[in-house]
Every structure is written in C-alpha cells, then in structure tokens.
Nanobody
Framework: QVQLVESGGGLAEPGGSLQLSCTGA????????TGWYRQAPGDRREWVGV???????NYAYSVKGRFTISRDNAKQTVYLQMNNLRHDDTDVYYC?????WGQGTQVTVSS
C-alpha cells in the first residue's frame, strides 16, 4: 500500500524559496510518473507539474521557470523546488502517484 507523505512546506517571503519532498512510494517513484498539485480552500485542485519515469518534466504555465521537479531514486523521494515564490503560490501542495495522494503540505507566501 502506498502512503505518500509531503513535507517541507511552511512560510516564505515573496521572492523566496522552498523545497517540498514527497516520500512513501519506495521504488515505485522510479517506475511511474509523479505529479504535484496544489489547492486553495474552496478552489479546484490545480496541476503544478509532473516528472515521468524517464525524468522528463512538464509544468503548468504559472510555475514554469520558477518551479523544478526532480527525483532521487536512492532516497526514494520526489522534490518540488519552488523559487521566486509569489503570494498566489500560497496553497496546500500535494503529490500524486497513480491514484495515490498524500495529505498535503501548506505553503504560505507572505511578507
């Protein structure tokens, strides 16, 4: 059973950086695509980006050039590096592998 766990969220200032981690899928991370999503209260969950099994990444237009997804197979972890954060990046961030979701981690961008 896959239990994804996101971590690394917190408070950052505009222009700052945070790195989120997604763990809990073991070697499955290297076999399947892992996606990142975000959601604000009352809003629909929004796709942020994805890394596939060949390390090819794709991003939503709103984060392209600022966010980077990577994977460390040895650590069995997928990362979301978020740079140049903006107020509208404030959301709960989730990782997804196949039909499995984590519980989310809160990111707040505020001065």
């Amino acid at each position: 059973q896959v239990q994804l766990v996101e971590s690394g969220g917190g408070l950052a200032e505009p222009g700052g950086s945070l790195q989120l981690s997604c763990t809990g899928a073991g070697s499955l991370f290297s076999l399947h695509a892992t996606g990142w999503y975000r959601q604000a209260p009352g809003d629909r969950r929004e796709w942020v980006g994805v890394i596939n099994r060949d390390d090819v990444t794709n991003y939503a237009y709103s984060v392209k050039g600022r966010f980077t997804i990577s994977r460390d197979n040895a650590k069995q972890t997928v990362y979301l590096q978020m740079n140049n954060l903006r107020h509208d990046d404030t959301d709960v961030y989730y990782c997804k592998l196949r039909s499995n979701w984590g519980q989310g981690t809160q990111v707040t961008v505020s001065s």
